[in-house]
C-alpha cells in the first residue's frame, strides 16, 4: 500500500478527492500534506473558513469520533492535532482579515496545585479543530489566573482541568468566587480530569463535566447553539 501512497499527487486531485485526501491526511497525522493541501485549496479560491470547516474540521471530526470510541488514542489524536494546527497557522490570518465567523471562545486552564496538562492540551487542540478560539493559561492556576483571563479574553466558555484528588475542589472555589462576583451565569463552566465524575460537577455548579477531549468538543457545540437560541428568543 505504502508504494502507491507515495504516488499520490495532492494537486492532481480535484476538490472532493482532495478534501477527502485531507481527512485521510489529518487522522493520519501528516502536517506537511495538510500543510500543502490547504495551501492548494487556497490556490484554487476557496474562502479560508471553507477550507477550514470542510478539510480540517471535517476531518478532526472523524479524529474526535474514533478517539470517543477507543479506535485512536492520545498520541495519535496528538499527532493529527498537530497537523491540524499546521493548516490553521496558514488560515489564521486569512480568517482574521475576511472576519469569519468563531463557534465560540474559551479560555481553559489546571487548576491551582496541578501541574498536569495533556487533557487539557488535547481539549485545545480539539476545540480549535472544531473551530473554537481557545485561551490555554496552563497550569496551577490561582482564581485570579482565570478572572484575568475571562476578563481580557472574553470567552462564551470557561473550562478546568485537574489530576489530583487533592486539587478537585478547587474548582468549586474558582466557581463560588464567579457567584460572589455575580460573573457565573455570563459563562458556560465546563470541567474535567480523571478523578472527576458528573456528580462532582454537578456538586460544584459547573454547567457539565467532560469525560474526555471529544466529549468537551460535543458539549461546548451544544452548550453555545443554546446559548445562540436564548439569545434569539431573548
Known amino acids: 500500500m505504502s508504494d502507491e501512497e507515495d504516488d499520490i499527487i495532492l494537486s492532481e486531485l480535484d476538490d472532493e478527492e482532495l478534501v477527502l485526501q485531507m481527512h485521510d491526511d489529518l487522522y493520519d497525522g501528516l502536517k506537511e500534506e495538510i500543510e500543502e493541501g490547504t495551501n492548494i485549496l487556497l490556490e484554487r479560491g476557496w474562502e479560508p473558513y471553507r477550507v477550514l470547516t470542510e478539510a480540517l474540521v471535517g476531518g478532526m471530526t472523524i479524529v474526535g469520533k474514533d478517539f470517543r470510541d477507543g479506535i485512536l488514542f492520545v498520541p495519535e489524536v496528538l499527532l493529527a492535532a498537530n497537523a491540524m494546527k499546521a493548516g490553521m497557522a496558514i488560515l489564521k490570518p486569512l480568517l482574521a482579515e475576511t472576519g469569519a465567523p468563531t463557534i465560540g471562545k ?21 476545540m ?5 478560539e481557545v485561551l490555554n493559561i496552563g ?5 485570579e ?11 462564551d466558555i470557561l473550562g478546568m482541568s485537574a489530576l489530583l484528588t487533592t486539587t478537585m475542589p478547587y474548582m468549586k472555589v474558582v466557581i463560588d468566587t464567579m457567584v460572589e462576583k455575580g460573573i457565573r451565569d455570563d459563562y458556560i463552566v465546563l470541567v474535567g480530569g480523571a478523578p472527576l465524575n458528573e456528580e462532582f460537577g454537578k456538586a460544584i455548579g459547573a454547567d457539565g ?5 471529544a466529549v468537551a468538543v460535543e458539549m461546548a457545540k451544544e452548550m453555545m447553539a443554546r446559548k445562540h437560541n436564548q439569545m434569539a428568543a431573548g
Open 106 to 126: 474559551m479560555v481553559i486552564g489546571t487548576v491551582k496545585g496541578d501541574i498536569h496538562d495533556i487533557g487539557q492540551n488535547l481539549v485545545t487542540m480539539m
Open 128 to 132: 480549535e479543530g472544531a473551530g473554537f
Open 139 to 143: 497550569i496551577n492556576n490561582p482564581v
Open 145 to 155: 489566573n482565570y478572572l484575568e483571563a475571562m476578563d481580557d479574553f472574553q470567552p
Open 209 to 213: 463535566y467532560c469525560r474526555d477531549a
